[in-house]
């Protein structure tokens, strides 16, 4: 691969990386766990790309100091060889699950195998395994190179296996299709690996970095600015694939009691941040694949598939628990809920909704005081 092509290569990646940046920027004020190792990955790819081009410029090329830029260059990119497939799986992981904490308990074995190539990085400056910069300043790869494509490919199936176990255990999430990602980087690592002198990983990855854009674009529709739960949108067209698939599952319907007399007492904006913390203690009780939605208004809908647990009543439980703990703690206003539960086996999503809807009601008139 001649020097002009390596050039237009890593162009081309470097300015659909910015573009990327510049478009997602609205995306990133969230300051989300994902977004941070999304502006990481986006980051590290435009220096990669940068490095890649710096360092095939000056391969061969005799001036002081250049061995040692040479090695600099490499040893960034070998590393970022090994941090973007990891933080792809960290970035599936949370897309999938949110939760940071699952991060040590679910990847040790991802993380040890990293932190013990990324050693072996330091150490090939010392002792040539992965590769040498010859006293002519040429990079020649050496066998235990190979070793860093074998992690990439563990760590994609790692991602690709997550991914699976999720959706068995809480059916798919259409927007998220992290193939989009994975093809163009294992494609671009591959030819790499195949082909010696051809300079295509880093360009693929920037490619695999406009997939996930797009996968992100998807999952902002689904999602509710304001409680960072899935929507109502997403909620029919999660009901109706499992409805599609004869799966049996089981819902409750929350309504948020007292909410009106927030917004009125206390303004709307104090209203917003009710809904917000009611969501984040729904999030925060799941106990077994509770999937938070919210329907409308104050009101929000939790659904699960049944076969891990035939009720809701641990997680009723806990978000008893959690609005307690609130309740008992210095706040303008307390939190009350109003729910009701129906299982599903047979019928329509029309149906479900409305015994949802009954059932709620009828708790909301007993909190009430009065009667059906």
């Given at each position: 691969?001649?020097?002009?092509?390596?050039?237009?290569?890593?162009?081309v990646g470097?300015?659909?990386?910015?573009?990327?940046?510049?478009?997602?920027?609205?995306?990133?004020?969230?300051?989300?766990?994902?977004?941070?190792?999304?502006?990481?990955?986006?980051?590290?790819?435009?220096?990669?790309?940068?490095?890649?081009?710096?360092?095939?410029?000056?391969?061969?090329?005799?001036?002081?100091?250049?061995?040692?830029?040479?090695?600099?260059?490499?040893?960034?990119?070998?590393?970022?060889?090994?941090?973007?497939?990891?933080?792809?799986?960290?970035?599936?992981?949370?897309?999938?699950?949110?939760?940071?904490?699952?991060?040590?308990?679910e990847f040790?074995?991802?993380?040890?195998?990293?932190?013990?190539?990324?050693?072996?990085?330091?150490?090939?400056?010392?002792?040539?395994?992965?590769?040498?910069?010859?006293?002519?300043?040429?990079?020649?790869?050496?066998?235990?190179?190979?070793?860093?494509?074998?992690?990439?490919?563990?760590?994609?199936?790692?991602?690709?296996?997550?991914?699976?176990?999720?959706?068995?255990?809480?059916?798919?999430?259409?927007?998220?299709?992290?193939?989009?990602?994975?093809?163009?980087?294992?494609?671009?690592?591959?030819?790499?690996?195949?082909?010696?002198?051809?300079?295509?990983?880093?360009?693929?990855?920037?490619?695999?970095?406009?997939?996930?854009?797009?996968?992100?674009?998807?999952?902002?529709?689904?999602?509710?600015?304001?409680?960072?739960?899935?929507?109502?949108?997403?909620?029919?067209?999660?009901?109706?694939?499992?409805?599609?698939?004869?799966?049996?599952?089981?819902?409750?319907?929350?309504?948020?009691?007292?909410?009106?007399?927030?917004?009125?007492?206390?303004?709307?904006?104090?209203?917003?941040?009710?809904?917000?913390?009611?969501?984040?203690?729904?999030?925060?009780?799941?106990?077994?694949?509770?999937i938070v939605?919210?329907?409308?208004?104050?009101?929000?809908?939790?659904?699960?598939?049944?076969?891990?647990?035939?009720?809701?009543?641990?997680?009723?439980?806990?978000?008893?628990?959690?609005?307690?703990?609130?309740?008992?703690?210095?706040?303008?206003?307390?939190?009350?809920?109003?729910?009701?539960?129906?299982?599903?086996?047979?019928?329509?999503?029309?149906?479900?909704?409305?015994?949802?809807?009954?059932?709620?009601?009828?708790?909301?008139?007993?909190?009430?005081?009065?009667?059906?």
């Amino acid at each position: 691969m001649g020097l002009s092509a390596i050039y237009v290569c890593n162009v081309v990646g470097v300015i659909l990386l910015a573009m990327l940046w510049y478009t997602s920027r609205a995306k990133l004020v969230r300051r989300h766990a994902e977004d941070r190792i999304y502006a990481f990955l986006v980051f590290g790819v435009m220096i990669a790309c940068t490095m890649e081009a710096f360092s095939y410029t000056i391969d061969g090329k005799l001036f002081y100091g250049a061995r040692l830029l040479n090695y600099i260059a490499n040893i960034y990119l070998y590393s970022v060889n090994l941090l973007l497939p990891f933080c792809v799986l960290v970035y599936v992981d949370l897309g999938l699950y949110g939760d940071t904490s699952r991060i040590w308990k679910e990847f040790k074995p991802q993380i040890i195998i990293g932190i013990f190539m990324f050693l072996m990085n330091i150490v090939n400056f010392f002792v040539p395994i992965s590769y040498v910069i010859t006293d002519q300043n040429v990079y020649e790869r050496r066998p235990f190179s190979y070793v860093y494509y074998f992690v990439i490919l563990y760590y994609c199936i790692s991602a690709i296996v997550l991914k699976h176990r999720y959706e068995k255990e809480n059916g798919a999430k259409s927007f998220f299709n992290i193939g989009m990602f994975l093809a163009p980087i294992l494609l671009g690592a591959g030819l790499q690996f195949m082909f010696y002198g051809l300079s295509l990983a880093w360009l693929s990855a920037a490619v695999g970095l406009v997939g996930l854009f797009m996968m992100q674009q998807n999952e902002m529709a689904y999602v509710d600015t304001l409680t960072d739960t899935y929507n109502r949108q997403y909620m029919n067209v999660i009901l109706e694939s499992w409805i599609r698939k004869g799966k049996r599952f089981i819902g409750a319907m929350l309504d948020m009691d007292g909410f009106k007399q927030i917004n009125d007492n206390y303004g709307h904006s104090e209203g917003d941040n009710a809904l917000k913390t009611m969501a984040e203690i729904l999030k925060k009780a799941r106990k077994n694949h509770e999937i938070v939605f919210r329907f409308a208004g104050d009101e929000f809908i939790v659904l699960k598939l049944v076969s891990y647990s035939d009720d809701l009543d641990a997680y009723i439980k806990e978000v008893n628990n959690q609005l307690e703990i609130f309740n008992n703690t210095a706040h303008l206003y307390k939190l009350g809920i109003s729910y009701g539960i129906s299982r599903f086996d047979h019928g329509n999503i029309d149906s479900f909704m409305r015994d949802l809807d009954t059932r709620m009601y009828e708790m909301k008139a007993v909190h009430h005081g009065k009667s059906v």
